[in-house]
């Protein structure tokens, strides 16, 4: 049992675009990895908060409010375009 508090860590991005559709997969990968050696700083277990922007800035701009003042992110890993 980790003796931190969870770090959620957002993605948001148009996810069915072809050129990025491997993206999603990585930021997962990179979270399992990072909870695999015990988390961040060793006891900071990473939850990945993801949601598809649709390519669409005022989406993106909803998804970015609800993951700070909803979900409680820290950070924002992988995102591109608006």
């Not at 997962?28 to 390519?55: E, F, I, M, Q, T």
């Not at 993106?60 to 993951?67: E, G, N």
Request: glycine share 10%; charged share 25%; proline share 4%.
């Amino acid at each position: 049992m980790h003796s931190g508090v969870d770090r959620d860590v957002g993605y948001h991005d148009w996810t069915d675009r072809a050129s990025l559709a491997a993206s999603p997969a990585a930021a997962r990968a990179w979270v399992a990895s990072v909870n695999a050696a015990g988390g961040l700083a060793g006891c900071h277990p990473v939850k990945l908060v993801v949601g598809d922007d649709g390519d669409d800035p005022a989406k993106a701009k909803a998804i970015v409010k609800k993951m700070v003042e909803e979900d409680k992110v820290v950070a924002f890993v992988a995102t591109t375009g608006c």
